[in-house]
């Protein structure tokens, strides 16, 4: 009988693992690191390419795998974590985006300037919802700064 061995997980050093229904196995957090790790300090570039209507304007965009079974508890804290963000100065937009996949989802918080970007990323409320996040999903962070912003075109 010719079976398949599955690779061996390193323990788990966080409580509540998944079950084992669970079609993809959950890195540890030693395997992945946080949003927070991820961004640490972000700087402000200049861009001359910039245009008037978007000068300073910055995004956060993140990708996110979420352990099969728990989109629910994953969409509530995300949502959870804009509506929070949303009352911060310097907030323009968000958004959250559900894959083809159910497993995958984009969050997208776009602010008026690099420095406001920070002040949320700084924030002590966004990084406990991040960390609830991060129980049950795999982040991947990357921050932006616009180049050029388009709207529908005038006739």
Do not use: C
């Not at 509506?83 to 907030?91: I, K, V």
């Not at 002590?124 to 180049?147: G, K, M, N």
């Amino acid at each position: 009988m010719n079976t398949t061995q599955l690779p061996k997980r390193r323990p788990s050093s966080s409580a509540g693992d998944l079950p084992s229904a669970t079609p993809h196995a959950r890195p540890t957090h030693s395997e992945v690191p946080t949003a927070e790790e991820e961004l640490g300090e972000i700087s402000d570039v200049a861009n001359p390419g910039l245009s008037s209507d978007t000068t300073g304007s910055a995004i956060l965009v993140n990708v996110w795998v979420v352990w099969d079974g728990y989109q629910q508890e994953f969409v509530e804290t995300i949502v959870g974590l804009f509506e929070y963000a949303r009352t911060f100065d310097g907030f323009i937009a968000g958004e959250v985006l559900r894959g083809a996949n159910p497993t995958r989802f984009v969050s997208y918080l776009r602010m008026r300037s690099a420095e406001d970007r920070q002040r949320v990323l700084n924030d002590s409320e966004v990084a406990a919802f991040l960390r609830t996040a991060e129980r049950i999903a795999r982040p991947d962070v990357h921050t932006y700064d616009v180049l050029h912003a388009f709207g529908p075109s005038e006739r």
